[in-house]
């Protein structure tokens, strides 16, 4: 099946650093990444999509300035969480869609800890 | 409002019994509806999918029954498994969107 990775998949940093997590697509080109926030034992919030080469959409009430999100290539995408305070402390899911069909395919997540 | 209801949210099951999880969406718009399985710390796998068209799927022990009408689909784990423990969340999609709307969740437990 296809495959999506993220890096890191822990990252601790202090209040007011910037944090970059990476999302690959390993065997697929994906047209289409989202990104996904999700707190303990809760469901996932659908943060953003970024489509390749162009500018990403935000849910309602996420912060498109705090959350950077790029999508360079067809294999990459990614998010940075800038100026980041304890709230900003969370589980990051992407997933990436094959252009062909819909299915989405997660990556393993990143645990952000902000201190 | 909450698009796709799931329930239980909590469930246990003996080994070699059924688990059955259950979604009702409101929005019928809605045309792929797929199920993930997600343990501890990892992120969601896709388990199973299906599109309205169809009234059950069935992939291994797990399967899918769609009931277009009221709005409903399930999943049922047969011969459920301890390594089954996880949880498990339906989503649903509309169209060229793709954007999935997630369930809450249901933590499924097999008891050995």
């Known amino acids: 099946g296809a495959v999506v990775s993220q890096h890191p998949s822990r990252v601790i940093c202090k209040s007011g650093t910037s944090v970059k997590i990476e999302c690959r697509s390993l065997?697929?080109?994906?047209?289409?990444m989202f990104w996904y926030r999700q707190f303990p034992k809760k469901s996932l919030m659908l943060m953003a999509t970024?489509?390749?080469?162009?500018?990403?959409?935000?849910e309602q009430g996420v912060e498109k300035d705090k959350f950077l999100i790029n999508h360079a290539s067809l294999t990459l995408s990614t998010l940075t969480v800038t100026s980041a305070h304890p709230e900003d402390s969370s589980f990051y899911i992407c997933?990436?869609?094959?252009?062909?069909?819909?299915?989405?395919?997660f990556g393993p997540g990143t645990r952000l800890l902000v201190l | 409002q909450q698009q796709v209801k799931q329930s239980p949210q909590s469930l246990i099951v003996q080994k070699g019994g059924i688990s059955i999880i259950n979604c009702a969406y409101e929005?019928?718009?809605?045309?792929?509806f797929p199920w993930y399985q997600q343990f501890p710390g990892k992120g969601p796998a896709l388990l199973i999918a299906i599109r309205p068209d169809v009234s059950e799927k069935k992939e291994g022990r797990f399967t899918i029954s769609f009931n277009k009408s009221a709005k409903q689909f399930s999943l049922h784990i047969m011969d459920s498994q301890p390594g089954d423990s996880a949880t498990y969340f339906c989503?649903?999609?509309?169209?060229?969107?793709?954007?999935?709307?997630f369930g809450k969740g249901t933590l499924l437990t097999v008891n050995p």
């Open positions: 997933s990436a869609r094959d252009g062909k069909v819909e299915t989405q395919y």
């Open positions: 065997d697929f080109q994906a047209t289409t």
């Open positions: 989503a649903a999609s509309k169209g060229s969107n793709y954007k999935l709307t």
């Open positions: 929005n019928t718009a809605f045309d792929y």
């Open positions: 970024s489509n390749e080469g162009s500018k990403a959409t935000y």
